[in-house]
């Protein structure tokens, strides 16, 4: 079994001015890196550039080339009139055979919902390109209220379930892993 890291990207699926997702996904983050099955890099969807109408460009490569080498993800969604982000789904259907066979887990953030409509939506989506959704969830239900000015929270539920959204997540990533290279995934 190889034992090297699992390198996990973070993704931040909200690009709007004034956004709350950078503070929620740095909590995520450095949950992840405390994590010893990990090597966690962070993909801010605000930087990454991808044209809207899908089109090939050197940002959407170097995009694609970043998601075909990581192993596991975790999307950081708001929710947004009971969905997920445009951003998110446009860099969803920027890549294909990228995101096959790979796990991902959800951290949502929102009002009253928490997100989790947009996470039970973008269980569809991801379920469309191959990929495997962590069951597991983390979300953050009035989210301003949620985190203190040092970007900390004392959300116990939250807590928790990030500690089991990472140790799934490694499961199916190490799982996934070992059997890609044994066979390559017929999708």
């Given at each position: 079994m190889d034992t090297t890291p699992i390198r996990l990207e973070v993704i931040v699926g909200s690009v709007r001015e004034g956004r709350f997702g950078p503070v929620v996904a740095d909590?995520?983050?450095?949950?992840?890196?405390?994590?010893?099955?990990f090597h966690t890099d962070v993909l801010d969807l605000a930087d990454a550039r991808l044209p809207a109408d899908l089109s090939r460009t050197p940002e959407s490569d170097r995009f694609r080339d970043r998601i075909a080498a990581a192993e596991a993800f975790v999307m950081v969604t708001p929710e947004y009139n009971h969905g997920y982000s445009g951003a998110l789904k446009d860099a969803i259907d920027s890549a294909k055979e990228q995101w096959r066979a790979k796990p991902v887990g959800f951290v949502s953030y929102g009002g009253l919902s928490g997100g989790l409509r947009a996470t039970e939506q973008l269980r569809q989506v991801v379920a469309e390109v191959h990929m495997v959704s962590i069951r597991q969830t983390v979300s953050f239900h009035q989210a301003r209220k949620r985190f203190g000015p040092d970007g900390e929270t004392d959300d116990g539920a939250a807590i928790d379930g990030s500690s089991r959204l990472l140790a799934q997540l490694a499961w199916w990533a190490g799982s996934l892993r070992s059997a890609r290279a044994a066979q390559p995934y017929p999708g």
């Open positions: 909590w995520f983050t450095r949950r992840a890196r405390a994590h010893p099955d």
